[in-house]
């Protein structure tokens, strides 16, 4: 009897994982089918390497270089920001608080990454960009700086967890023998904790660069949305926020259109070679 | 046992796309059948998706015709006893061609002209005219601009909008050395199309103006920083009297004689589209909104009613 029910349970453990397998696959192959049609127009070379985007004129003048560089552009500076941040409070969060209070700050953590991104935006245009434009006397406030600082706010959350976790995992693994040892808590947590914690830490970046890279609507809101080569105090436009922006208004079926999906698929394409990079560089470093 | 193990999981796969399709087909049965019970071809509700421009209207005298009446039979003694339900989205023109395309929705709203390639497709379309929608070029009430003068021409216009007067003093030579800053919809909207053909020709925007997702974050841009420029929506600055302030162009200024005159040449329809021929309950509401309460509402919202 139990013998059934435990190959049952298996059977419908493996289902359910292959379902959502198959899920990623109908995704990859639908979008890979819509952008297809434009591919066999303009060559995926040209489509990446061009710096022109205007949809408004012939094919040739649809390719998304400048679109691509502003989507890592502004995926690196919101890591580089929160990077720092979110390792040193999961290290304090790990090492150094204990108990109740541990609890709360961790739920605070926790509700940063519960807001939605349309909230976060609107902060963004009325308090951000407002205040590159009064304190800086910047002509607009919209810039990559300004979506990088939004968006490490809503990363932080994820590399916190997840430095976090291996954090403390490494920290009462290693407690006693450091205690013994007679080594400082301070020299524990700096030497020990920090350089074991390596894996988790990229984990996260990993984690926040997907995110950073695929965030829409806060992005969208404070970036300015101008298709030119990104610089850190200019404006520039992301994929999701190219694709968000114009969807609703291109004509279906027309290479516009199609022009559109191709960039979802660079953007997918994008966040599965960095996860294998990263999954590469992960393996290499030995813990 | 590797081909027992095998056979497992190609039969419960099986067994498990069998039961989704199933599922599927007696969903529609259930959606058919519900149909039929009801006096043939009677719909309680109405779809609309289409321009963000022109959803807030008809969803106004939307809420107003269900307010109203709240049931099909108060509208009509032949209609069956039930609840009206009219459901507006906002999705651009684009995507409300689309929807009668698709026949996801049964009237596509339109912020522009309908192109002859998309009434083709459509087949047997039924237009409605419902108002007009100017776009004024719109500055800052706190921009020096204003106190020289309160009039541009297309060509200054074009040249602002194409980056070839890139500072305010480039304008008029008295103003402050500040930069324009030029805020636009995006490149393939209903509103731009429209600026495009009737101010810039074949004039290229200059690359770095900014694209706001929506109108109404457009006009939230021009209130907010003093240098900027952009072509609000004659509605949006109705709605938000003097937090900006629209120039003339050529000498004409965007009042409502003037877009309906022709004069004021920024202009576009808003249309509503259907595809084939209404059903009584679709005509009852078309009615309202094409009648003088509904013209009243599309003024109250800032635009130029058809009448």
């Given at each position: 009897m139990y013998r059934i029910l435990d190959k049952a349970f298996s059977i419908i453990i493996k289902l359910l994982t292959l379902f959502s397998l198959l899920l990623l696959a109908f995704v990859i192959i639908f979008i890979f089918k819509e952008s297809f049609v434009f591919f066999k127009e303009v060559s995926i070379f040209k489509f990446i390497s061009g710096r022109i985007w205007n949809p408004l004129s012939s094919p040739d003048k649809l390719s998304i270089l400048n679109i691509i560089l502003g989507t890592l552009y502004v995926a690196f500076v919101a890591i580089v920001i929160a990077l720092p941040i979110g390792v040193g409070s999961a290290l304090l969060l790990s090492g150094y608080i204990k108990g109740r209070r541990r609890t709360i700050i961790r739920g605070i953590i926790d509700i940063l990454g519960g807001i939605p991104s349309v909230v976060y935006g609107f902060i963004g245009l009325l308090v951000l960009v407002k205040f590159f434009e009064v304190k800086?006397?910047?002509?607009?406030?919209?810039?990559v700086l300004a979506g990088g600082i939004l968006l490490s706010l809503m990363v932080l959350p994820y590399i916190i967890s997840t430095c976090d976790e291996t954090m403390e995992k490494v920290y009462n693994s290693h407690l006693s023998s450091s205690q013994a040892l007679g080594v400082s808590n301070n020299y524990f947590i700096r030497k020990l904790v920090l350089v074991e914690s390596k894996k988790g830490i990229i984990a996260a970046v990993v984690l926040a660069l997907g995110r950073a890279m695929g965030e829409t609507m806060a992005v969208m809101m404070v970036i300015g949305n101008a298709p030119m080569a990104p610089k850190l105090l200019g404006k520039a436009q992301t994929i999701p926020s190219l694709i968000a922006l114009e969807m609703g208004m291109a004509e279906v079926g027309s290479l516009h259109y199609h022009g559109l999906f191709a960039a979802g698929f660079v953007l997918m394409i994008m966040i599965l070679i960095i996860n294998i990079i990263i999954y590469y560089v992960k393996r290499s470093i030995s813990l | 046992m590797k081909t027992r193990k095998s056979i497992i999981i190609v039969l419960s796969l099986l067994l498990v796309f069998a039961l989704a399709l199933t599922g599927c087909t007696q969903n529609n049965q259930a959606v058919d059948g519900e149909k039929n019970n009801n006096d043939s071809s009677f719909k309680a509700q109405i779809t609309f998706n289409g321009s963000s421009t022109l959803a807030p209207v008809i969803s106004a005298i939307a809420t107003d015709f269900i307010e109203g009446n709240t049931t099909w039979n108060n509208v009509d003694?032949?209609?069956?006893?039930e609840n009206i339900a009219i459901y507006v989205s906002a999705g651009g023109s684009g995507a409300g061609v689309k929807a009668v395309l698709d026949n996801t929705s049964d009237f596509g709203m339109l912020a522009r002209e309908i192109k002859d390639e998309e009434l083709e497709k459509i087949g047997d379309a039924k237009v409605f005219m419902l108002g007009i929608d100017a776009l004024t070029i719109s500055v800052n009430p706190?921009?020096?601009i204003l106190q020289i003068k309160d009039d541009l021409t297309t060509e200054e216009v074009k040249k602002i909008f194409a980056g070839e007067y890139k500072y305010w003093d480039e304008v008029e030579s008295s103003l402050p050395h500040k930069e324009i800053v030029v805020v636009i919809r995006d490149l393939s909207g209903g509103a731009h199309e429209v600026f495009q053909k009737s101010v810039m020709k074949e004039a290229q925007i200059r690359e770095d103006a900014i694209q706001s997702p929506s109108m109404g974050a457009l006009v939230t841009k021009i209130i907010e920083n003093k240098d900027a420029i952009g072509y609000a929506s004659f509605g949006m600055v109705n709605q938000n009297a003097g937090k900006l302030i629209p120039l003339k162009v050529d000498g004409v200024e965007a009042t409502e004689e003037n877009i309906v005159n022709g004069s004021y040449k920024i202009s576009r329809p808003l249309i509503a589209v259907k595809r084939g021929e209404l059903t009584p309950e679709q005509k009852a509401f078309m009615d309202l909104v094409t009648s003088e309460k509904g013209a009243d509402t599309i003024e109250k919202m800032g635009f130029v009613p058809v009448r």
């Amino acid at each position: 009897m139990y013998r059934i029910l435990d190959k049952a349970f298996s059977i419908i453990i493996k289902l359910l994982t292959l379902f959502s397998l198959l899920l990623l696959a109908f995704v990859i192959i639908f979008i890979f089918k819509e952008s297809f049609v434009f591919f066999k127009e303009v060559s995926i070379f040209k489509f990446i390497s061009g710096r022109i985007w205007n949809p408004l004129s012939s094919p040739d003048k649809l390719s998304i270089l400048n679109i691509i560089l502003g989507t890592l552009y502004v995926a690196f500076v919101a890591i580089v920001i929160a990077l720092p941040i979110g390792v040193g409070s999961a290290l304090l969060l790990s090492g150094y608080i204990k108990g109740r209070r541990r609890t709360i700050i961790r739920g605070i953590i926790d509700i940063l990454g519960g807001i939605p991104s349309v909230v976060y935006g609107f902060i963004g245009l009325l308090v951000l960009v407002k205040f590159f434009e009064v304190k800086f006397d910047f002509p607009t406030g919209e810039s990559v700086l300004a979506g990088g600082i939004l968006l490490s706010l809503m990363v932080l959350p994820y590399i916190i967890s997840t430095c976090d976790e291996t954090m403390e995992k490494v920290y009462n693994s290693h407690l006693s023998s450091s205690q013994a040892l007679g080594v400082s808590n301070n020299y524990f947590i700096r030497k020990l904790v920090l350089v074991e914690s390596k894996k988790g830490i990229i984990a996260a970046v990993v984690l926040a660069l997907g995110r950073a890279m695929g965030e829409t609507m806060a992005v969208m809101m404070v970036i300015g949305n101008a298709p030119m080569a990104p610089k850190l105090l200019g404006k520039a436009q992301t994929i999701p926020s190219l694709i968000a922006l114009e969807m609703g208004m291109a004509e279906v079926g027309s290479l516009h259109y199609h022009g559109l999906f191709a960039a979802g698929f660079v953007l997918m394409i994008m966040i599965l070679i960095i996860n294998i990079i990263i999954y590469y560089v992960k393996r290499s470093i030995s813990l | 046992m590797k081909t027992r193990k095998s056979i497992i999981i190609v039969l419960s796969l099986l067994l498990v796309f069998a039961l989704a399709l199933t599922g599927c087909t007696q969903n529609n049965q259930a959606v058919d059948g519900e149909k039929n019970n009801n006096d043939s071809s009677f719909k309680a509700q109405i779809t609309f998706n289409g321009s963000s421009t022109l959803a807030p209207v008809i969803s106004a005298i939307a809420t107003d015709f269900i307010e109203g009446n709240t049931t099909w039979n108060n509208v009509d003694a032949s209609f069956p006893e039930e609840n009206i339900a009219i459901y507006v989205s906002a999705g651009g023109s684009g995507a409300g061609v689309k929807a009668v395309l698709d026949n996801t929705s049964d009237f596509g709203m339109l912020a522009r002209e309908i192109k002859d390639e998309e009434l083709e497709k459509i087949g047997d379309a039924k237009v409605f005219m419902l108002g007009i929608d100017a776009l004024t070029i719109s500055v800052n009430p706190e921009n020096p601009i204003l106190q020289i003068k309160d009039d541009l021409t297309t060509e200054e216009v074009k040249k602002i909008f194409a980056g070839e007067y890139k500072y305010w003093d480039e304008v008029e030579s008295s103003l402050p050395h500040k930069e324009i800053v030029v805020v636009i919809r995006d490149l393939s909207g209903g509103a731009h199309e429209v600026f495009q053909k009737s101010v810039m020709k074949e004039a290229q925007i200059r690359e770095d103006a900014i694209q706001s997702p929506s109108m109404g974050a457009l006009v939230t841009k021009i209130i907010e920083n003093k240098d900027a420029i952009g072509y609000a929506s004659f509605g949006m600055v109705n709605q938000n009297a003097g937090k900006l302030i629209p120039l003339k162009v050529d000498g004409v200024e965007a009042t409502e004689e003037n877009i309906v005159n022709g004069s004021y040449k920024i202009s576009r329809p808003l249309i509503a589209v259907k595809r084939g021929e209404l059903t009584p309950e679709q005509k009852a509401f078309m009615d309202l909104v094409t009648s003088e309460k509904g013209a009243d509402t599309i003024e109250k919202m800032g635009f130029v009613p058809v009448r």
